[in-house]
């Protein structure tokens, strides 16, 4: 079945500093969908990603899918201690439920 | 988006027990999911639940221990049967929005089995 890996499984960073989490699936995906959860929270959902090679950005977050669709990162450009948080990609293929990746935990020290 | 609730937002139950999750939408969705997340864990799926259907289990879930209700297009129960601790998890449900495929999820149910 589809495998969803992603990496790392933790980063700490200084405040300022820049942050990159990596998703790749097993097979392609229709889409890839990221949510973040916040400690004690449960996941928000942020954005998704559909076409082969698309590019969104969200103020400082930049999502990217890979040009295969199997593979899409996050990227957080001058971190903030409110980007503390799980960072989870979650792959889907049509009709079919989402499958998570273990998700990359971000701690920002100020 | 949808918004979800869920009831409780958290419980202490004894083993053997079962504890039944409600799962509120403020809007009709045809797609309702639960998920489980253990601490510092990742999401895992427990099933699929489509009104007016029989809910599809995952891989490793069983109908017997975690039965699922959905009654209509706004509502879902999630039954955690004859429980352990080993069954001490965060419970989450989520919808799909049927246009885009995203998903969002209720503020989870914290079960602690002693």
């Known amino acids: 079945g589809q495998q969803v890996m992603q990496i790392p499984q933790y980063q700490h960073v200084q405040e300022g500093e820049d942050f990159t989490t990596y998703c790749n699936s097993s097979?392609?995906?229709?889409?890839i969908q990221w949510y973040k959860q916040r400690p004690g929270g449960h996941p928000v959902f942020l954005i998704q990603?559909?076409?082969?090679?698309e590019v969104k950005k969200q103020k400082r977050l930049t999502f990217q899918f890979g040009e295969a669709k199997k593979n899409s990162s996050l990227h957080i450009t001058a971190t903030q201690t409110t980007d503390v948080g799980t960072y989870f990609c979650?792959?889907?293929?049509?009709?079919?439920?989402?499958?998570f990746g273990k998700g990359t935990s971000l701690l920002v020290t100020p | 988006s949808a918004v979800i609730s869920q009831k409780p937002s958290r419980d202490i139950c004894q083993r053997g027990t079962s504890l039944t999750i409600q799962c509120q939408v403020d809007?009709?969705?045809?797609?309702m999911f639960w998920y489980r997340q253990q601490p510092g864990q990742s999401l895992t799926l427990i099933a699929t639940?489509?009104?007016?259907?029989?809910?599809?289990?995952e891989s490793g879930f069983v109908i017997d221990k975690f039965p699922i209700s959905r009654p209509n297009l706004t509502f879902s129960t999630l039954t955690v049967s004859n429980m352990s601790p080993e069954d001490s998890s965060i419970y989450l449900c989520?919808?799909?929005?049927?246009?885009?495929?995203?998903?969002?999820f209720g503020p989870g149910t914290r079960l602690t089995v002693t």
């Open positions: 989520s919808v799909e929005d049927p246009g885009t495929y995203e998903q969002y």
């Open positions: 097979t392609t995906l229709s889409n």
């Open positions: 990603l559909v076409k082969s090679g």
């Open positions: 979650a792959g889907q293929n049509s009709g079919y439920a989402l499958n």
């Open positions: 809007s009709q969705v045809t797609m």
């Open positions: 639940a489509n009104q007016g259907s029989e809910a599809t289990y």
